[in-house]
């Protein structure tokens, strides 16, 4: 229906994935990318303190259902595996999953919009030194300042859909997120 549209995917970072960061002070912490001023990104890599308008909390599987991160990540992939192209009329280009290794605890996901192919990055990791199964996850947009809701409610979606399987997985709440919210203009 859109094949017409020259489609705006944008360059893939080059600095995704798990890796020693600096914060807002110059202190190092081993973590996922942090996000950039748009409001079109969120991570749990970054405390709430150095970003509160991109930070959420990072998501924790029941670890008496799961005796290793290999099952958890197998469970997590096989949620991320049903998300539905579409829903909240997002993500309407599909998804493919780039990367995955369950054995270290990392997943990475490219979801595409339907009518301009812009690509958002999506990951899932167990970052060392971390609480025992807790799991950093970030969603960002590569092209553009605004999302438009597009992050929040992917997040929010996978987030019902692992709290159904006993995860502590928070999604983007639109009170503590103000500024997404006003930006982005939804209500």
């Known amino acids: 229906k859109y094949d017409d549209r020259p489609k705006r995917k944008g360059p893939k970072p080059k600095d995704l994935g798990v890796a020693t960061r600096k914060d807002m002070i110059g202190e190092e912490y081993l973590g996922l990318k942090p996000c950039g001023p748009a409001p079109n990104c ?32 197998r469970e997590l992939e096989s949620v991320i595996g049903g998300y539905k192209p579409g829903q909240g009329n997002i993500d309407g280009g599909g998804f493919a999953v780039v990367s995955s290794d369950v054995e270290k605890g990392y997943i990475y996901v490219q979801f595409e919009a339907l009518k301009n192919g812009y690509i958002d990055d999506f990951e899932v990791a167990v970052v060392s030194g971390g609480r025992e199964g807790e799991v950093q996850v970030r969603s960002s947009s590569r092209v553009g300042y605004l999302d438009f809701g597009v992050n929040a409610k992917r997040l929010n979606y996978i987030a019902k859909e692992l709290r ?24």
């Not at 405390?47 to 509160?52: A, F, N, R």
């Not at 959420?56 to 799961?66: E, L, V």
């Not at 995860?167 to 919210?181: C, L, S």
């Open 42 to 73: 969120f991570c749990s890599t970054d405390s709430v303190e150095d970003d509160p308008d991109h930070s959420i909390p990072s998501w924790t599987y029941p670890t008496s259902k799961h005796g290793s991160v290999s099952s958890a990540f």
């Open 164 to 187: 159904e399987k006993g995860w502590d997985a928070d999604g983007v709440d639109y009170k503590t997120h103000r500024g997404y919210v006003s930006e982005n203009n939804l209500s």
